[in-house]
Every structure is written in C-alpha cells, then in structure tokens.
C-alpha cells in the first residue's frame, strides 16, 4: 500500500466512531495509533495533522463518559508499547536478547532475570512508599 492510501486509510481511522464486536463505541484502533505515532517520530509532514486529529478524539472519547475515558486509557497504554518499538530501551533489550541466544552472556546477566529482578525491586519500593503514605493518613 503506498503512503497516500496508508495516510487515507488513517484518516478514516483516526477519530472515526466504530462499531467493536460487544456492541460499544471503539474510538481507536491499533492500525491508525501504530501509524500516527509512525509520522509523528518520523517528522512526516502529515504527522501535525494526524496528531491533532488523535488528540480530538482523545477528547471526545474522554467526553463521552466511563467508555470513552476507559478507550481512552487503553489506547495511550497501546500507544506507549507501540513507541517503545522505537526506543532506545527496545534496540537495547534486542541486543542483549540476541546475546542470549547466542549463549554469550554470564548466568548473571540474562535478559529475563535482569527484567524481573528490576520489576520486582521497583514493585518493592513503590509498595513500601505507598504503604507509608497510607500510615501517614491514619
């Protein structure tokens, strides 16, 4: 598909109502997120036009009530997975997971258990901090 017909198709998706399978409005989709963002790192010309017309709907979703705020939510949670494919956390993480496949990494330094080791030292410290904030109250 060229660019002008991924940049129509978009426009139809961004900011368009649909119709999802449980019956409720979906304000975004994946394929019209993954693409704006697309522009929008990439400078692309379109990408202002394109941002505002997300931004838009943000609001009008935000506006129309508990849904639209929940679609809301969901859609900047699958924004920020789909702009971390262009960090440089991803290229750093494809690196040391090519590393691992290739069997040259110390036990120590194996990408799963340095992640879960992270995530559970930062879970740790939020749970503490929110538990002495909660003490605090009382």
């Known amino acids: 598909m060229s660019i002008a ?13 649909s119709q999802p399978p449980n019956g ?5 989709d994946r394929e019209g997120l993954e693409l704006t963002i697309d522009l929008v790192l990439n400078a692309d010309e379109q990408a202002p036009h394109f941002l505002g ?8 979703a935000i506006d ?28 750093a993480a494809i690196n040391l997971y090519r590393l691992h496949l290739e069997g040259e990494l110390k036990p120590d330094d194996e990408p799963l ?11 740790t410290r939020l749970r503490a ?10």
């Open 5 to 17: 017909k991924d940049l129509a198709a978009a426009e139809d998706r961004v900011g368009k109502e």
């Open 24 to 28: 409720g409005t979906a304000y975004f």
């Open 53 to 60: 017309q997300l931004f838009t709907s943000f609001r009008q």
């Open 64 to 91: 129309s009530g508990l849904h639209g705020i929940n679609e809301t939510r969901k859609a900047l949670a699958e924004a920020i997975d789909l702009i971390y494919l262009h960090s440089p956390e991803h290229d």
């Open 113 to 123: 258990e340095m992640i879960n080791a992270a995530i559970d030292r930062t879970t």
């Open 129 to 138: 901090a929110k538990s002495s904030r909660h003490k605090r109250r009382t």
